[in-house]
């Protein structure tokens, strides 16, 4: 079965932290992974995907396909980065997205 | 359009009752998607569209679920006879082309059925 799995539902770190937020996949055939955030009051948008292989807002993640998993990381965390964040998967070339349940991350002054 | 807009921002109906939620997406983008958000869980694929055609719909949960895009851009999700479970945001996105490129998402509608 095709599944994202977030295990943590809420993640709070202070300031100057570093963070990693936790993505799990399962899934049969060659998948894309993508990170989105939400912002409070705003739309769903597209943080980063595996193939870029880029840093943006200083979160990284790398896919692991031995382990299943794209973690999130930055290595400190800034209070503009409380969100909630999603991981995602698509079969490549595909247009159907999986999404994980999401991990809303709180980061203290 | 700065970008994907969908109308009402906020729905209550009354169980048994029909609704209708519209999404323009941006201009020019021929896939569009809508996904259904129950509260505190990630959005889940209902239904893609590329251009007018209706490719997938798998993700549609009963019959009563319909959604169509006659002319290749303003698509609407009709809802029959709504259930309290039908209560959830709908979250419609558009993209350029089919394959490699960004989705970009509409604020969503958020049904609430009594």
């Known amino acids: 079965a095709q599944r994202v799995t977030q295990p943590e539902k809420l993640l709070s770190v202070f300031k100057g932290a570093p963070v990693e937020l936790k993505c799990n996949y399962s899934?049969?055939?060659?998948?894309?992974l993508f990170w989105y955030v939400q912002y409070s009051r705003q739309r769903l948008q597209l943080l980063l995907r595996?193939?870029s292989r880029e840093s943006i807002k200083g979160f990284t993640a790398d896919l692991n396909k031995g382990e299943t998993s794209f973690h999130l990381k930055k290595p400190f965390a800034q209070e503009e980065d409380s969100a909630m964040y999603y991981c995602?998967?698509?079969?490549?070339?595909?247009?159907?997205?999986?999404f994980g349940a999401g991990t809303r991350l709180f980061v203290k002054a | 359009g700065a970008g994907v807009s969908q109308s009402p921002r906020y729905k209550v109906a009354k169980r048994g009752q029909d609704v209708a939620l519209r999404c323009d997406p941006i201009?020019?983008?021929?896939?569009l998607f809508w996904y259904q958000q129950a509260l505190g869980q990630g959005p889940e694929f209902l239904t893609y569209?590329?251009?007018?055609?209706?490719?997938?719909k798998s993700g549609l949960p009963s019959d009563r679920f319909f959604a169509e895009r006659p002319e290749g851009s303003v698509s609407t999700l009709k809802i029959q006879r709504t259930q309290q479970e039908d209560s959830a945001v709908y979250l419609c996105?558009?993209?350029?082309?089919?394959?490699?490129?960004?989705?970009?998402f509409g604020q969503g509608t958020r049904l609430t059925v009594v």
């Open positions: 595996h193939i």
């Open positions: 899934y049969s055939g060659s998948p894309e």
């Open positions: 201009s020019g983008h021929v896939s």
């Open positions: 996105a558009s993209s350029l082309e089919h394959g490699n490129t960004e989705a970009f």
């Open positions: 995602a998967l698509r079969n490549t070339g595909g247009f159907k997205t999986i």
């Open positions: 569209f590329q251009n007018e055609a209706q490719l997938d």
